[in-house]
């Protein structure tokens, strides 16, 4: 199941750096583009539900193999896509293969919750991390991989090979994989409490995922202005998710030492709002894009998205909340899932819908007035409302009497720090 989940997530990613360009090759607008990206995960949504069902009929396992083959032969169709030369029929087979890898992914997904539930119940959370950690190390090398594969071998390699691993992967589930029929998976429809401050950490954590989507969609075209090449690209698509998997561990351990979560989101969207005002950069910065600002502004974003999941997590356990039956924390987890898969289908849409009629910086600018909004939710958890007066009245004043900006900005953090914190 690990070496599936390795594979399914390089396999999502290694798109990135250069599909966009082949869409804009064959004619095809951003918006499609970001529907034909966007559509994998709905599928997932609507299809996920149904396989869980059907394991009353037919074996997990069965699923597994199914869905592992069937993304593997997706893949490797769409590697021949660049031969149709017409934009229509290019816009329907490339939407087809990726609803059939949303088929085949959803399948997986259902089919490996459910033989971990069984056969790993003992050790259920070391399970989950490794496979988890096999996802996230597929999804960091995709990219760069699928750029430099594109490189050596055209448009076809990359989905040859990654979809190869995953036949591969398939025919070997087959043979060393039990046809045992004990198992069981347990599911409850999903809910969400009726909680304005767990509303607002599930959004966002969905918001920290629509933000990845519509970065994988717009990023290749923004990075198209320094001609790069697609190993180049696929390098620069790692620094967001490298910088993520680093710090997550971080802000996870400050999460534990029981540092107050909701800070932590804060932190993040703050760090997030400095990163994609930056990378455009926004027009109201008058400095023209660099790379090494982009370069930059991605790691800041990875950072600031770490804090805001990890934050939003920790702010959602079940047992600050209070909840003590288990079934009530599966539809919480349920509810999270649903709706991060949501925002994996508006992020690309959004993003391509953007980038093709107002342009990639006025784009970002409305990534960066959601994250401005998401610190004002934030906001309305805390005293902070009357701690920012008082701090602006304070700060004016040791402005009025230095003029320099640094300590305007340093005495109000320290104002709302001490009397935040009571020191």
């Not at 997986?108 to 399970?127: D, L, P, V």
């Not at 093709?356 to 610190?375: D, H, K, M």
């Not at 920012?388 to 230095?402: H, L, P, Q």
Request: charged share 10%; with cysteine.
């Amino acid at each position: 199941m690990a070496y599936g989940n390795f594979c399914i997530g390089a396999n999502g990613s290694l798109q990135a750096p250069f599909f966009p360009g082949e869409c804009d090759i064959k004619g095809v607008s951003s918006l499609i583009y970001g529907l034909i990206f966007g559509v994998f995960e709905l599928v997932i949504i609507v299809t996920c539900p149904i396989f869980s069902k059907m394991f009353a009929y037919v074996t997990p396992y069965f699923f597994l193999e199914f869905g592992l083959f069937l993304i593997g032969a997706t893949a490797v169709l769409f590697g021949v896509l660049d031969k149709v030369t017409r934009s229509l029929e290019f816009s329907v087979f490339a939407f087809s293969l990726r609803m059939g890898e949303g088929v085949g992914t959803a399948a997986f997904i259902a089919s490996s919750h459910a033989i971990r539930s069984s056969e790993f119940s003992r050790h259920a959370a070391y399970a989950h991390m490794v496979l988890s950690t096999a996802s996230s190390l597929g999804s960091l090398l995709g990219s760069p991989v699928g750029g430099a594969l594109f490189t050596a071998g055209g448009y076809v390699m990359p989905f040859v090979v990654f979809g190869g691993l995953l036949l591969f992967g398939s025919l070997v589930s087959i043979v060393i994989l039990p046809k045992s029929d004990d198992y069981t998976l347990n599911s409850n429809p999903v809910s969400l409490r009726n909680q304005s401050d767990q509303l607002v950490d599930v959004l966002v954590i969905a918001g920290c995922v629509a933000l990845t989507g519509f970065n994988d969609v717009t990023l290749a075209h923004h990075l198209s202005q320094f001609d790069l090449s697609p190993i180049e690209i696929g390098s620069i698509f790692i620094a967001n998710r490298l910088a993520y998997s680093l710090v997550f561990f971080g802000w996870r351990k400050l999460g534990r030492l029981e540092f107050d979560a909701l800070w932590i989101s804060i932190l993040g969207t703050v760090i997030n709002i400095i990163g994609l005002s930056l990378i455009g950069p926004v027009s109201f910065i008058p400095i023209e894009p660099k790379l090494w600002l982009i370069i930059v502004s991605l790691i800041i974003i990875g950072i600031g998205l770490a804090a805001k999941q990890v934050g939003s997590f920790f702010s959602n356990r079940s047992a600050s909340r209070g909840y003590l039956n288990a079934n009530l924390t599966h539809d919480e987890v349920s509810a999270i899932n649903t709706l991060t898969s949501i925002a994996a289908f508006v992020g690309p849409v959004t993003g391509g819908y953007l980038i093709g009629t107002i342009g990639y910086r006025s784009a970002t600018e409305v990534a960066l007035a959601l994250e401005i909004f998401t610190v004002i939710q934030f906001i309305q958890q805390t005293n902070l409302i009357k701690l920012i007066i008082f701090s602006s009245i304070f700060s004016a004043y040791t402005f009025n009497r230095s003029q320099n900006l640094w300590i305007l900005i340093f005495g109000q953090t320290i104002f709302i720090f001490l009397k935040y914190f009571k020191i």
